[in-house]
């Protein structure tokens, strides 16, 4: 069995570590492109959502390179999400590829029915595959404290160029690791390097928190690389949704009886009292917590034709009045340009700085 699994940000290092640890080979696929996107929207229905269009192009690129099961989770929810392993499965035979799916519902659909899945995956080793599991989490937990360091680093040093390098450069050496162990130690060695650049802790950048679609916010590709944009320009910029968050939400709490997202859902509650699909709720309570914790601005980025953050798109007009922040909505297809997405970063940064001063003298 050679395993593949769909690109979306830091996932492929902490399944890469997790699959090392089993003893199983791995087929990464190459980082997305635009090629690799085109691949995949040639193949996919016109009005699916981004995220189903780049990640059947990363099959197809690592079907070519000898994978032949793909690896993802699934879900009953109301959105297309569940519908993506078995349409992608029916694509890519109907393109000649014999691939086999395994698509791993979380606990919350029935933790016997999880374990079964991991257990099967990792060839019936139970102890093991929950160690390695564990392990993953930790690499996660790991990836969120880098990121924190680089959101930090970023805006207060001056050549931001040395920050993307280190980060580029971590994202490619990760692929020569074998094992969690291999790759927490290459972690916390790129966050000495973070650590030793020159900064300026005088430097107060403005605050801008990252909401919306999972899939978007998490892979760079897909929004245009928003994190280092804004980072580039001087901003502080902060991504609600994380691999680690999404673990510890649909994998840990849920196995151990605990309420997923309780925060975000209570403070969505006067807006969106029920779940609608995927994370509506969670996007309204990270735009209120970000505006309680004194963020500047908001980017709410989600794919064209994505449901529920049409809703979130639509109840955030009245959140932006209500907690008077300004907020930005990024929506991105395979069409989208990134010179008019530049500008539009560009226009709102300045605005969200303007406006910073305009409230600290006024
Ligand atoms: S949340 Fe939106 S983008 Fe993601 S799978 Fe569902 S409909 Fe598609």
């Given at each position: 069995m050679k395993i593949t699994y769909p690109h979306m940000g830091e996932v492929y290092i902490a399944v890469k570590g997790m699959f090392d640890d089993l003893g199983i080979k791995s087929i990464i696929a190459p980082f997305t492109t635009e090629n690799i996107l085109k691949i995949g929207a040639q193949e996919s229905p016109e009005y699916?959502?981004?995220?189903?269009?780049?990640?059947?192009?990363?099959?197809?690129?690592s079907l070519e390179?000898?994978?032949?099961?793909?690896?993802i989770t699934g879900s009953c929810g109301p959105c297309r999400f569940g519908y993506y392993g078995p349409l992608q499965k029916e694509i890519l035979k109907d393109m000649g590829y014999d691939v086999d799916f395994i698509i791993i519902d979380p606990p919350k659909e029935g933790v016997p029915k999880?374990?079964?899945?991991?257990?099967?995956?990792?060839?019936?080793?139970?102890?093991?595959?929950?160690?390695?599991?564990?392990?993953?989490?930790?690499?996660?937990?790991?990836?969120?404290?880098?990121n924190e360091i680089q959101y930090y680093v970023r805006p207060r040093t001056k050549d931001k160029t040395i920050v993307n390098n280190i980060m580029y450069n971590f994202r490619k050496k990760v692929l020569d690791t074998n094992g969690t162990s291999d790759i927490i130690s290459l972690i916390k060695i790129t966050y000495e390097k973070l650590l030793a650049l020159p900064i300026d802790n005088n430097i107060e950048p403005v605050k801008i928190g990252i909401i919306g679609e999972i899939y978007t916010i998490i892979e760079p590709f897909s929004n245009l690389n928003v994190e280092e944009k804004l980072g580039n320009m001087g901003a502080h910029v902060h991504r609600s949704m994380t691999i680690k968050g999404w673990a510890e939400n649909n994998l840990i709490?849920?196995?151990?009886?605990?309420?997923?997202?309780?925060?975000?859902?209570?403070?969505?509650?006067?807006?969106i009292p029920f779940l609608i699909g995927v994370h509506t709720q969670q996007c309204i309570g990270h735009a209120i917590n970000y505006s309680l914790q004194k963020y500047d601005g908001l980017v709410q980025i989600y794919p064209m034709t994505c449901m529920p953050e049409i809703v979130s798109r639509t109840i955030l007009s009245q959140v932006e009045k209500d907690y008077n922040?300004?907020?930005?909505?990024?929506?991105?297809?395979?069409?989208?340009?990134?010179?008019?997405?530049?500008?539009?970063?560009?226009?709102?940064?300045?605005?969200?700085?303007y406006r910073r001063t305009k409230i600290l003298y006024s």
């Open positions: 699916v959502c981004l995220p189903f269009k780049i990640t059947l192009g990363n099959y197809i690129k390179a000898g994978a032949d099961t793909v690896v999880f374990i079964n899945n991991i257990k099967k995956l990792s060839g019936g080793k139970g102890i093991k595959a929950l160690k390695a599991l564990y392990n993953a989490y930790n690499v996660c937990v790991e990836i969120d404290k880098l709490k849920p196995m151990t009886a605990r309420k997923s997202y309780k925060a975000e859902k209570t403070l969505a509650k006067p807006y922040i300004p907020i930005l909505y990024l929506v991105v297809d395979e069409l989208t340009g990134e010179s008019g997405y530049q500008t539009r970063l560009e226009a709102f940064y300045d605005y969200v700085k």
